[in-house]
């Protein structure tokens, strides 16, 4: 029985997350391990800092990569926004806004909150008049709407009128970080966090995170202790920036493959990239078109990184799904929750953004489809 070898798929990874690991990002995962507190591992902080601050497009000082997944970005968000009793305003058009809503209600804040239907956005008046309604300390909504596709368009309007009404603007940027343009400054977007697995394609693992003087202040301010040690902003900050003491044993190696991941970003550079991703998109849905499987969301308001395609008439989207995995070694997603059995999430994110994967897919497709 034992040793137990395990053998991984080498899969081609088409679905919303984790994007294909660079290469590179790889390649540092393997360096030797260093301590938490190595000036070395310091020195890296510094530099991703200022590599996520380009991302981010921000010059906020507050800008970490936090242990843990996107979520805990969501709940370092929230955490450290909010206290007991606090009113926050949630526009939910989808599975995600509808997490950042449950775990609101989970920190004990009044949460008021919006909704579209799957595959719709909201209007800036829309946005306006819910905020309208009594004086909310936090709007929060999700820029990139991973279960729909759709893209949440006039952030910058939406935040100049939360700010016109005494809120502060937390944007959820987990797909579509490094995938679409993100601009926390131009947009005076007051708090984001997002996630390392998915346009900037390293391993899960760590949450890029940016409060700007707005979102720093409201916790610097704060009457109660943030209810989560572990995703205390503070402490984050004094182990990246300030006394650099202890506050939890930080893995090196994610922190190396992210590194490198950020390095191939922005060599490239961040508008070509977008320009790129662009592309390769606009191939799938052309060739998604042909198959007679559109994209659902309007090209208007459709994300480059996230596709949800139309499941065509008289095909099981879930054996399509089974076969393209066991016998094409292709992982593409199925819908959330209404649309579950109507559509198809295909994600090109990051290093997973390649004509060749597109083309390889929509011929998977194809002979599937026959
Ligand atoms: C928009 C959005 N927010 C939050 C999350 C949660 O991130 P994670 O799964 O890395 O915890 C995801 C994950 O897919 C997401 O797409």
Redesign the pocket.
Known sequence: MFPMPFEVPNRILLG??PSMTYPAAMQALATPTIGHLDPSLLALYAEEQTLLRHVFQTENEWTFALS???????EAALANLLEPGDPILVAVK???GA?LAEMSTRLGVQVDRIEKALGEIFSVEEIEAALQRKPFKLLAL??????TGAEQLHIAEIAAAAHRHGALLLL????SLGGIPVRIDAWEVDAA?S????NLSAP?GL?PITFGPRAREVVEKRKTPVSSFYLDLHQYADYWNGAHAYHHTASASLHFALHAALNILVEEGLESGFTRFRANAERLWVGLEELGAPAFIPPAYRLPP?TTARVPEGVDPHAVRARLLQEHNIEIAAGFGALKDTVWRIGLMGYSSRPENVDLLLSALKSLFR
């Open positions: 919303p997350g843990g997944t996107g979520t805990s970005g969501m989808g599975y995600f997490r999700v820029h990139a709407e991973t279960s959820d940027t987990v797909t966090y996630a390392s697995q998915k899960s949450a996230l």
